[in-house]
């Protein structure tokens, strides 16, 4: 943020500069008040890490990013205090008036932290009640002004949340924000590495009002003497995206046919659609504020992910952290999807092409979501592994053109030299190309006739000009039972009953007619056995997609780094390596597409990574930001 502000609360002077009240409460008794008064808490809510977001760079006065004015605007300010024992005492809800404008004022000895909001927070403290020793600001909260009265600070940790702004005017978000969570020396128990949820104070920062008066006629008062500083960051993540000039080549298939990618839009892959209220380093299973011992995590996460000199850390663990349930395919989502948003089956959310909507170069803002490093590796997952799936992504969209027109095509099989081989959907939709069902009927073993004493396979011959006898279509549910075939992939399949065609049931160990539901469901689960799948393309729709690389990945031990994604060991893969986290910037920048994309049969269909293929032949780069900044990601394609 590089936003100064004086918040202030209705009728209440703001002191500028402060020094140490002449008459703090008692903190005898264990900081239980003497009486009841209230008090003022003198606050300035600085942006942690900077503006708000850090990037990954070399040199540590350019991990950090500044915020737009619409990013550090800041419409409802609301404190919520806890006692030592990290019980609910209060809450102080404040707004900002009109005439509150921005201005910047940047703290030079502070490269990480950019922007002062300041505010004098009154508090009404209970004779006998123990005084608060914690305190929470929320920014632009989403919910209503008391969602969280009465809540322990466990209790309010463990929220979840579904949206990353306030409310919109004007087609503007207001960003929420709360504190920034790391690991420092907590200063109401005197311990070092814990994990700062709240920021502590001690109670002789509790100023009254007589207090306040006398700073404002002292002009030699150290403020940072009473001042408590609330370090807080956006809930939302921010991705960039764009393409290099001159990054599309044309890609040349089997017999010189030549496709031209057009760029229509790009999205988020993969992400969780609600987030803890307070960035959480939870263990498996826990209860409690028994959050993973920071040197317990120091053994796992990359160097620098904690730095209480900046009051940030760069990594959490997200509501889906340990879920080792997610989709192979898109049938996992289509098959099980019901028609509610509650219905969705997976934690993370799948963009369809429909969905990602974002133009080239507009930024997405997203909710965190990151993943344990057992899922990158597949160490606890011994019946499914396609980490690809699970790792947040983004998916660019387009459409190939063949000779200037977009036509519906199939890529199936390849040529000697490595080209995939390309059919039509109908006759003469492309010059000297056959149909994709022509060429899938000629080489098919599964459906027979009777030929004398004998069965011999189905040909075109012997269908009758015009015949439905088959179709080139995805599997349906019942003819997939137990396998996993990708989205985009298609193969010939027998359309309703025919009488006189024939399969071998290995089962019966008989030749059976296709003359019933269940007999057709086995022929066509050996047609797809027996040809395989094609890639679909149709209307020429097609998708990228690149996994979101975060701070882990350029650790120095980071054998990958370098590879092309088809040359990734992912038993070498880190918790850190990948994911999403919020108050970073990710910039995804284009260098190349040269390959050829998974092709998409329905723009309403998930867009899950190929199963078959690890790579593209597309050069890309990762950047994240000061919000922090991450080093720009590049891809090739």
């Given at each position: 943020m590089q936003n100064y502000l004086k918040l202030l609360f209705?009728?209440?002077?703001?002191?500028?500069?402060?020094?140490?009240?002449?008459?703090?409460?008692?903190?005898?008794?264990?900081?239980?008040?003497?009486?009841?008064?209230?008090?003022?808490?003198?606050?300035?809510?600085?942006?942690?890490?900077?503006?708000?977001?850090r990037a990954i760079g070399d040199n540590a006065d350019t991990d950090y990013a500044n915020g737009t004015e619409a990013e550090n605007k800041i419409r409802t300010v609301d404190f919520?205090?806890?006692?030592?024992?990290?019980?609910?005492?209060?809450?102080?809800?404040?707004?900002?008036?009109?005439?509150?404008?921005?201005?910047?004022?940047?703290?030079?000895?502070?490269?990480?932290?950019?922007?002062?909001?300041?505010?004098?927070?009154p508090?009404?403290?209970?004779?006998?009640?123990?005084?608060?020793?914690?305190?929470?600001?929320?920014?632009?909260?989403?919910?209503?002004?008391?969602?969280?009265?009465?809540?322990?600070?466990?209790?309010?940790?463990?929220?979840?949340?579904?949206?990353?702004y306030s409310h919109e005017e004007g087609g503007n978000k207001y960003f929420s924000m709360n504190n920034s969570v790391y690991y420092g020396r907590d200063e109401v128990t005197g311990l070092e590495n814990q994990l700062i949820m709240a920021t502590p104070f001690d109670t002789n920062k509790l100023l009254t009002m007589t207090d306040l008066e006398n700073l404002d006629k002292d002009?030699?008062?150290?403020?940072?003497?009473?001042?408590?500083?609330?370090?807080?960051?956006?809930?939302?993540?921010?991705?960039?995206?764009?393409?290099?000039?001159?990054?599309?080549k044309k890609f040349t298939?089997?017999?010189?046919?030549?496709?031209?990618?057009?760029?229509?839009?790009?999205?988020?892959?993969?992400?969780?659609?609600?987030?803890?209220?307070?960035?959480?380093?939870?263990?498996?299973?826990?209860?409690?504020?028994?959050?993973?011992?920071?040197?317990?995590?120091?053994?796992?996460?990359?160097p620098g992910w904690n730095k209480p000199e900046h009051f940030r850390s760069f990594w959490a663990r997200t509501p889906g952290y340990y879920d080792n349930d997610y989709p192979l395919v898109a049938d996992d989502i289509l098959d099980e999807a019901g028609a509610g948003e509650d219905d969705y089956p997976y934690t993370v959310y799948y963009q369809s092409a429909n969905t990602a909507k974002n133009t080239i170069g507009q930024a997405q803002y997203v909710i965190e979501s990151t993943l344990k490093g057992s899922r990158l590796t597949g160490a606890d997952m011994p019946d499914q592994y396609l980490p690809l799936t699970s790792i947040p992504s983004v998916v660019l969209v387009g459409q190939y053109k063949i000779g200037g027109q977009v036509k519906t095509f199939y890529a199936y099989q390849k040529n000697a030299e490595g080209q995939p081989e390309i059919y039509a959907a109908n006759d003469g939709d492309i010059a000297g190309v056959k149909t994709i069902h022509d060429r899938l009927l000629e080489t098919q073993t599964?459906?027979?006739?009777?030929?004398?004493?004998?069965y011999t396979p189905v040909r075109k011959s012997d269908l009758v000009a015009g015949s439905n006898t088959f179709v080139?279509?995805?599997?349906?549910?019942?003819?997939?039972?137990?396998?996993?075939?990708?989205?985009?992939?298609?193969?010939?399949?027998?359309?309703?009953?025919?009488?006189?065609?024939?399969?071998?049931?290995?089962?019966?160990?008989?030749?059976?007619?296709?003359?019933?539901?269940?007999?057709?469901?086995?022929?066509?689960?050996?047609?797809?056995?027996?040809?395989?799948?094609?890639?679909?393309?149709?209307?020429?729709?097609?998708?990228?997609?690149?996994?979101?690389?975060?701070?882990?990945?350029?650790?120095?031990?980071?054998?990958?780094?370098?590879?092309?994604?088809?040359?990734?060991d992912w038993s070498k893969m880190k918790t850190g390596d990948f994911g999403i986290v919020r108050n970073h910037i990710y910039t995804i920048n284009i260098q190349t597409i040269a390959g050829l994309g998974t092709g998409i049969i329905s723009t309403d269909d998930p867009l899950l990574p190929p199963t078959d293929k690890v790579s593209y032949a597309v050069k890309f780069r990762v950047n994240i930001q000061k919000w922090a900044t991450l080093p720009i990601q590049n891809w090739e394609w």
């Open positions: 209705a009728g209440l002077p703001l002191a500028l500069l402060a020094s140490c009240s002449a008459d703090a409460p008692d903190t005898g008794n264990q900081g239980v008040a003497d009486k009841s008064e209230t008090r003022y808490l003198k606050v300035n809510l600085v942006n942690a890490g900077g503006d708000g977001t919520y205090l806890y006692d030592a024992d990290k019980n609910f005492h209060s809450h102080v809800p404040m707004s900002l008036t009109a005439a509150q404008d921005p201005v910047n004022n940047s703290d030079p000895s502070k490269p990480s932290v950019r922007g002062f909001y300041e505010a004098n927070v508090i009404n403290l209970v004779q006998g009640e123990k005084m608060p020793q914690y305190v929470i600001c929320i920014i632009n909260a989403v919910n209503s002004g008391n969602f969280y009265e009465g809540l322990s600070m466990e209790a309010a940790q463990a929220k979840l949340l579904d949206k990353f002009p030699d008062a150290q403020i940072e003497d009473v001042v408590v500083d609330i370090y807080v960051e956006r809930y939302a993540a921010k991705v960039n995206f764009s393409i290099d000039e001159n990054a599309i298939a089997a017999d010189g046919i030549e496709l031209e990618f057009t760029p229509m839009n790009w999205g988020v892959n993969a992400y969780e659609k609600k987030f803890f209220f307070l960035k959480s380093f939870r263990q498996e299973n826990q209860t409690g504020l028994n959050f993973m011992p920071y040197d317990d995590l120091n053994t796992i996460l990359f599964v459906v027979l006739k009777q030929n004398g004493t004998g080139v279509e995805h599997p349906k549910k019942d003819v997939r039972t137990g396998l996993k075939v990708g989205g985009d992939l298609v193969t010939l399949q027998v359309n309703g009953a025919n009488s006189g065609f024939y399969y071998y049931d290995s089962d019966t160990k008989q030749y059976t007619e296709i003359n019933s539901t269940e007999a057709i469901n086995k022929a066509n689960r050996l047609l797809y056995q027996n040809l395989g799948g094609a890639h679909a393309y149709i209307d020429g729709m097609a998708f990228f997609s690149a996994p979101i690389q975060h701070w882990g990945w350029y650790r120095d031990t980071n054998e990958n780094k370098g590879l092309s994604m088809a040359e990734w």
